[in-house]
């Protein structure tokens, strides 16, 4: 049995449903349901008793010690975050709430409960922390790609408190000796993401008939990485990752935000026409830019390659059209995290664009 934090997320959700394909093991979910959180992106293993869903904080130290006395499990993954750098930026409290304090507690517990279990299961047991590239700060176009070996240089509140829960997981491996490992990737796509960052952002207001915002030039450039072979590396590092150690997880994938954004537009364009007959890149708007956007992130992933044999399987332009066919087919799921709190995000952030 494993047990993961923030499951109901993007890629929480999708590492489930990819977990429960490749193993028999058992998952605990524990998720606070915040606006990210959709139990819908569980729906099709409705029924599955290898999936127990519980409702709550990683922040409230009596449920996850409640949780890891009832269940024993032999890893815990924390995906658990408040993840956009944008509502980061507009309200920075509730990322050092779950980021940092968050962390922190569920460090507490889960380091109360491993001092507790047997020689055996001490060895065996495995802290996993999944963390971003976003640590590592912002490349020049011809600096090298980001290694595990780079100084943090964070530039966002949402990038500061992920800086700072890695290095709270750091700590408690050294002086606690908590077997902990931290994978730090680059941007994810893929199904089951909010609406609210660039890839299913820019897909629905394409359907929607809305403005696709691109923040200043549009040449800031990200390394997109699929969201299924973020998952597949993820347990790649739960099985053989080194203890203490960090591994970055990249695509091979560098793209300025103004090409994907017109590859978006094309495949569109050919799987789901304008009915007027126009390109979707008429609906392309500048807008302003982000306040201390980081201009590129690329990773360097050699040493999670070399050690543990793990590469992405999946190209940009697959990867990218597999992404669009999902949004297409499931419009009412888009629908459904479109309406309430998320329109009144949009209002606030974009104004009247
Ligand atoms: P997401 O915002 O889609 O999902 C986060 C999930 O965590 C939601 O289900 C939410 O309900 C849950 N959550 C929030 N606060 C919680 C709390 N206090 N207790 C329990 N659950 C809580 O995020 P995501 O894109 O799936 O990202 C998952 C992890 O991967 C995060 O740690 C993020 O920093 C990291 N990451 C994401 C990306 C990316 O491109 N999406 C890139 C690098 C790293
Ligand atoms: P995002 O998906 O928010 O991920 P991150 O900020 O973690 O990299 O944004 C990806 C890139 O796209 C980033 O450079 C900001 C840019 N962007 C836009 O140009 N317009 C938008 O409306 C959004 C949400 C992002």
Redesign the pocket.
């Known amino acids: 049995m494993i047990l993961i934090t923030g499951g109901a997320g993007f890629i929480g959700s999708n590492f489930v449903l990819d977990w429960l394909t490749v193993s028999d093991k058992p998952v605990i979910n524990l998720d606070a349901l915040t606006y990210a959180g959709n139990l819908e992106n569980l729906a099709t293993i409705n029924g599955d008793k290898r999936h127990i869903f519980v409702k709550g904080s990683i922040g409230d130290f009596d449920l996850v010690t409640k949780l890891l006395t009832k269940y024993q499990p032999r890893a815990v993954i924390n995906f658990a975050a408040e993840s956009?750098?944008?509502r980061s930026i507009h309200g920075p409290e509730d990322f050092i709430q779950t980021n940092i304090v968050g962390t922190f507690r569920l460090l507490e517990a889960v380091r109360t409960y491993w001092n507790k279990l047997d020689d055996s299961a001490k060895r065996n047991f495995r802290f996993l922390h999944v963390s971003?590239d976003?640590v590592y700060g912002t490349l020049k176009n011809d600096d090298p790609a980001f290694k595990e070996s780079n100084p943090y240089m964070p530039n966002s509140p949402y990038s500061a408190s992920k800086a700072s829960s890695d290095h709270l997981v750091r700590a408690y491996y050294h002086t606690y000796a908590l077997p902990v490992l931290t994978t730090n990737c680059s941007?994810n796509y893929g199904p089951y993401q909010f609406p609210?960052?660039?890839?299913p952002?820019i897909i629905h207001n394409a359907l929607s008939g809305k403005p696709l915002?691109?923040?200043g030039d549009?040449q800031?450039i990200?390394d997109w990485l699929y969201v299924k072979d973020h998952c597949a590396a993820i347990r790649q590092v739960l099985q053989d990752g080194r203890l203490g150690e960090t591994y970055n997880i990249g695509g091979l994938n560098e793209k300025a935000?103004l090409d994907v954004v017109e590859t978006l537009c094309s495949i569109l364009d050919e799987l789901s026409p304008r009915t007027d007959g126009k390109p979707y890149t008429e609906q392309i708007t500048f807008?302003k830019d982000?306040p201390g956007?980081?201009r590129r992130?690329a990773i360097d992933a050699t040493k999670i390659e070399r050690e543990l044999g793990w590469k992405p399987a999946e190209t940009f332009e697959r990867g990218l059209r597999k992404t669009v066919q999902w949004y297409l087919d499931n419009q009412p799921w888009v629908q459904n995290v479109t309406s309430g709190a998320y329109q009144h995000w949009v209002g606030n952030h974009?104004g009247t664009i």
């Not at 609210?196 to 890839?199: C, M, Y």
């Open positions: 956009h750098v944008d971003t976003e941007n609210e960052k660039l890839i952002l915002p691109i923040y549009g800031q990200r935000n807008v982000r956007h980081d992130y974009y």
